[in-house]
């Protein structure tokens, strides 16, 4: 808790945030508002995930370990960047120039295709320039640092997005969204200029030691994305054609608040954890006794507050959306306990990528999707919208139980 109080500060404001632009979705635009919002947000997610969950966990990861030389850090710094790029423009040539209308059309309204991709690319491509130089900030253990950037971008993102809201087209809200993250790049990057002097960045060319390195964690990053973001757009444009905006729009609800918790979790406990267990990463008894400390804090707190959520659902979904969306509180059940399972196994997940065990995690992600897929083709007729929880609740206690097998020699005395 000490050592995660400033991380936790800025993290009640994102969570708030997130939860006030829910808010703001619901309000003006009701359930189909909420939808098209999961969507979008989900489609910025494979343009993000890789490099921040392959470029700059990797980051994280070499600059946190005490045994790496400051120029190989430089290196991989610069490195980074390109490869950084290189994904921008191969995910932007995939989603948009091969299959537009599935992955954009739903989001181009008042807008021409030409207009909206005038904003949409230079905003997420500076949503990833900014989590590529607070991964740095991260891996110094610039806390502070790292919650005040976010605490001021959560500012101005929500002042952005009412704009969109209130004002503007659907184009215009979901793009203010962007628009809003990409912001958070000018404040962590006068943040590094104000440090330039004791803290060495650059540009330069990429290295082939530097690549390779990188490149495990892409791999691993690779399968976050199939079994994770691009298969929940594909579920979810599944049940928008199944059972419209609308009625997509109430399990989308409790699905956000799901998010919601992760952001928590990875906002509070992820910026301090992993970079610890990669700096421990050659201290197999220390790193135990700490994965377990932090497993045994997490169960603790979070069947509090899951328990808290459950107890009053109804209340808590209207408040944090709009007046109608308690109808949505008979899908929470499942979904607690999914998420309870899908926050331990995340640690677990951590300790996988910290050790560079990229077949065990990619593995682990696919057996979870399978599960996934599998009990939704089965429970889709008889349970409707609360076959996507029921599922989600499995697909997070196999890949809870997968984990723990992966990592038993690590957890057992």
Known sequence: MKSSSWSFSAVVFRALGGLTINKLFAFFLGA?????????????????????????????KYWSDPQMSEHDKLRH????????????????????FWHHDYFFDRFITAYTPREFLIIF???????????YLNSVILALREVKAYAVINILSLLLLVGIVYVGVNYGTIDQA????AIGYAAMFFLALIYLIRRRKSIKLGMGKPDKASVKRIGKFI??????????????FGVRDYAIELYDLERTGLWQAVAKMSTSYLL???????VIYYPKIASLIHERGALRQYVLKVMGFMTFVSIMALGIYYLNKEFI??????????????????????????LLAYLLAYVLSARVQTMKYIAAQFVSALIYLGLLSVLIDQYNLEAF????????????????????????R
Do not use: C
């Open 174 to 177: 979901l793009l203010s969204f």
């Open 264 to 270: 928590v979790f990875s906002g509070t406990v992820g």
């Open 121 to 131: 690319i230079p905003s997420v491509f500076l949503m990833l320039m900014s989590g």
């Open 32 to 60: 189909p508002g909420i939808t098209l919002l999961s969507h979008f947000q989900n489609l910025t997610a494979l343009f993000t995930l890789l490099p921040n969950e392959g470029v700059n966990r990797s980051i994280m």
């Open 317 to 342: 979904l209207n408040l944090f959306f709009a007046d109608g969306f308690d109808k949505a509180a008979y899908l929470v059940r499942y979904q607690v306990i999914g998420d309870f399972f899908a």
């Open 77 to 96: 710094f610069k490195t980074s960047f390109w490869i950084t790029s290189t994904i921008f423009g191969v995910t932007l040539g995939v989603l948009y």
């Open 389 to 412: 929880t029921l599922a989600y609740m499995f697909r997070y206690i196999g890949f809870f139980l997968i984990l723990l097998v992966f990592n038993r020699k690590l957890l057992r």
């Open 219 to 232: 791999a691993m990053a690779i399968s976050a994305i199939v079994f994770g973001k691009l298969l929940d």
